[in-house]
C-alpha cells in the first residue's frame, strides 16, 4: 500500500505491434502409459527501439504432470533479457523455460502462463514450433500404447477442509456486523446518519484491543453484540489481524507495537488470546471473517534489498523470516476455528499490479499460508485494496487503450502497470493465486470504503486524446497525484455499499477500514501503540521513490492511524459515489 511498484518493462518506444501464434507443444517426461498433448499461446508485444515483451501460455492437454521444460528456438536475433514464473536460460538462439515448484503441476486442462522481456534487430519473427524434453506436438492429446486407469478428483469449490462448518461465501445471504462503537461516532457528525448504519471491520490493532480500550469494546464485546445482531440468522462479523513483529516495515504511522524480534509474544499474547475468544460455543452460528495482516507480506517483495525502493526495517523482517512465521501462525490458529474465514491481504493495484511484483507475491503468500503447521486450507480467500484508495473500476480507459500509437501502460499514471483498477486486478489476482498453488475456490474481496472519488471533479467520459497522459489523467476516476499516496487522501470519497458477490471471483465488496479512522499522523504524537509520525501524512511533502517523488495528496492535521478524523469523515461523505 506504499509505493508505486517498479516498471518491469522499460520504455522502449511505442507498442508498434502485437502477434500471436497458437501452437501445439508436448509436456513431455510423463508417467509410462500418460498421454502427451498440449497448446502453446504465444504473443509477442513489440514495443520498438528493439524491445519486446513475450507471453507463453501453456495449456496441458493430456495426463496430469508434475514439472515441464519448455524449449523453443529463435528465428532471428532476439534474446531474452529477463523472464518471471519460469527459470529461463539461453544458448545461441535455443531457450529454454523449466517449471516452478508452484506452476510444475498440470492437470487436464490446465494452463500456466509465464513470460519474458526481450530484445531484437530486424524482423521479430514468432517461434515456429514448441517442445518438452524433446517432444513436439500438435496442439492435441497424443495417443499411448499403454493403458493407464485415471483417477478423477473432483472438488466443491470450498478451499476449506471441513466444508461442512463453512459455506464457499460466507456473504451470501447473511446479515453484516454494524459496529456500534464506530457507527456512534459516523453518527454525532453531521449527515454521519446516513451511513452509521453499514457493517465495517473491526481492527484489532495492538494486543490491548482483545480485552477493550477508551476507543471501544474488545474482541468479546463485539462477538457479543454481533450475537444479539444475527437474532438467529448468519450473520459475518470482519475482523483485522494486525500486530505482526515490526509491524509495516515501510510506513512509520502504522507501526506496531511489538519489535522484530518479538514473535513469542505475537504468537502467545496475541493469536492464541483471539483464537480461544473466537472457539467459544457462543459464537458457532456466527461467520468471522479475519484480514490477515494488510502490508506485511507484500513489503517483502517490493520494499528489501536491491530493489531502489528498499527499507532497512522490511530486510530486517526479511531477514528474521517473522512475518511469513507470523502468517502462517494466525491462519494455523484462526483456520482451526471452524466458522471463521481467513482473507490474506494482497495490498492493491498501485502497488503489486506490474509483472515483477504481481507472481511473487502469489508465491509468497503461498509460502506463508504453508509456513508455522498451515496449510493452505487455512485460507479462504484475499482482499484488496485494504485502507486504500484505488478505484473500483475504471469506465473510461482500460488497459488495452492506445492514443496515436502509444499503449495507455506508456502513460505516466499507469507507469506500465498491468491494471487501471482493484477489480480488474483482485480477479487476476485470484487467478494467479490459484496457479501458486491455492485452492481455485478462493474468493476476493474489495474494500470500497474509501474508493469512491465522486463529487464535482468526478468526470464523465475519456480524457481528449491528444496525448496518452491527456486521455488518461482526463478520464480516470482516481484523483490523486499518485497511485502511491496512500495517507488520508484529499478529493477521497466514499465507495460501493458493501454487498455479497458483486462480480464473479468476487466474494463481497466490504468496507474493512472504517470511514473517519484516520491513516495516520505527519507529526510525533505520543502513544503507547507504537505508532510513529510519517511524512507522506503531511501535506507539504514532496515525496521519495515509492510515490515517484511527488505530492504527499494527505489532508492536513491529521490524528494518529485509526483515531477519528472528522475532516476526513466529512469530506468522504461529500465525495461519496453513489452519492448519499
Not at 508436448?26 to 498433448?37: F, Y
Not at 456473504?171 to 464506530?182: F, I, L, R
Not at 448504519?197 to 474482541?219: E, F, L, M, S
Amino acid at each position: 500500500m506504499r509505493l508505486n511498484g517498479q516498471r518491469r518493462w522499460a520504455a522502449a518506444g511505442v507498442v508498434v505491434a502485437t502477434s500471436v501464434a497458437t501452437l501445439g507443444v508436448a509436456l513431455s517426461a510423463p508417467p509410462a502409459g500418460a498421454a502427451p498433448g498440449c497448446r502453446v499461446d504465444y504473443t509477442a508485444n513489440n514495443w520498438g527501439g528493439g524491445g519486446f515483451g513475450g507471453k507463453v501460455k501453456i495449456t496441458n492437454l493430456g495426463d496430469a504432470l508434475s514439472s515441464w521444460t519448455l524449449k523453443f528456438t529463435f528465428p532471428g536475433s532476439q534474446k531474452v533479457t529477463q523472464g518471471w514464473s519460469a527459470t529461463w536460460s539461453q544458448s545461441g538462439a535455443d531457450v529454454t523455460a523449466t517449471s516452478m515448484s508452484w506452476n510444475g503441476n498440470l492437470g487436464t486442462g490446465a494452463s500456466t502462463e509465464i513470460g519474458f522481456n526481450g530484445s531484437y534487430t530486424g524482423t521479430n519473427t514468432d517461434p515456429a514450433s514448441f517442445s518438452l524434453n524433446g517432444v513436439t506436438c500438435t496442439g492435441q492429446q497424443q495417443p499411448t500404447t499403454t493403458t493407464t486407469t485415471t483417477t478423477t478428483t473432483t472438488t466443491s469449490g470450498n478451499p476449506n477442509p471441513d466444508p461442512g462448518n463453512r459455506v464457499d461465501n460466507p456473504y451470501v445471504g447473511a446479515k453484516m456486523y454494524v459496529n456500534p462503537d464506530w457507527s456512534a461516532k459516523a453518527a454525532a457528525e453531521p449527515g454521519g446518519s446516513r451511513v452509521a448504519n453499514q457493517p465495517t471491520g473491526v481492527w484489532i490493532d495492538r494486543i490491548a484491543a482483545i480485552t477493550g480500550t477508551v476507543d471501544g469494546r474488545g474482541v468479546e464485546g463485539h462477538l457479543e453484540e454481533a450475537v444479539r445482531q444475527a437474532a438467529g440468522s448468519p450473520l459475518v462479523i470482519q475482523f483485522v489481524i494486525y500486530n505482526l513483529p515490526g509491524r509495516d516495515c515501510s510506513a512509520l504511522a502504522s507501526n506496531g507495537e511489538l519489535k522484530p524480534t518479538e514473535i513469542d509474544r505475537y504468537k502467545s499474547e496475541y493469536i492464541d488470546p483471539i483464537a480461544a475468544i473466537f472457539a467459544k460455543p457462543a459464537y458457532r452460528n456466527l461467520r468471522i471473517v479475519t484480514t490477515v495482516e494488510i502490508d506485511s507480506l507484500p513489503n517483502l517483495v517490493t520494499n528489501v534489498t536491491p530493489r531502489n525502493t528498499a527499507v532497512p526495517a522490511c530486510d530486517v523482517m526479511k531477514a528474521n523470516g517473522n512475518y511469513i512465521t507470523g502468517v502462517g501462525y494466525a491462519l494455523a490458529k484462526l483456520g482451526a476455528v471452524p466458522n471463521v474465514y481467513n482473507y490474506l491481504d494482497i495490498g492493491h493495484h498501485g502497488w503489486i499490479g506490474w509483472d515483477d511484483n504481481f507472481g511473487p507475491t502469489a508465491e509468497l503468500l503461498f509460502q506463508a499460508a504453508n509456513a508455522s503447521g498451515s496449510t493452505k486450507a487455512n485460507v479462504h480467500g484475499f482482499i484488496a485494496n485494504t485502507a486504500n484508495y484505488g478505484a473500483l473500476k475504471e469506465p473510461y480507459f482500460t488497459i488495452d487503450d492506445s492514443v496515436n500509437g502509444t499503449s495507455v501502460r506508456q502513460s505516466k499514471w499507469v507507469d506500465w502497470n498491468r491494471y487501471v483498477d482493484e477489480q480488474s486486478y483482485a480477479q487476476a489476482f485470484r487467478q494467479r493465486a490459484v496457479q501458486a498453488g491455492f485452492d481455485p475456490g478462493v474468493g476476493m474481496l474489495i474494500d470500497t470504503s474509501r474508493n469512491g472519488w465522486g463529487g464535482a471533479a468526478r468526470p464523465t467520459g475519456p480524457g481528449p486524446k491528444t496525448s496518452v497522459d491527456a486521455y488518461v489523467n482526463g478520464g480516470r476516476l482516481d484523483r490523486r497525484i499518485h497511485t502511491g499516496n496512500w495517507c488520508n487522501q484529499a478529493g477521497a470519497g466514499l465507495g460501493e455499499r458493501p454487498k455479497a458477490a458483486p462480480a464473479p471471483g468476487i466474494d463481497a465488496y466490504v468496507w474493512m477500514k472504517p470511514p473517519g479512522e484516520s491513516d495516520g499522523a505527519s507529526k510525533e504524537i505520543p502513544n503507547n501503540e507504537g505508532k510513529g509520525a510519517d511524512k507522506m501524512c503531511d501535506p507539504a511533502y514532496t515525496g521519495n521513490i515509492r510515490n515517484g517523488n511527488n505530492m504527499s495528496g494527505a489532508l492536513p492535521d491529521a490524528p494518529l492511524s485509526g483515531k477519528w478524523f472528522s475532516a476526513q469523515f466529512q469530506e468522504l461523505m461529500r465525495n461519496a459515489y453513489p452519492a448519499l
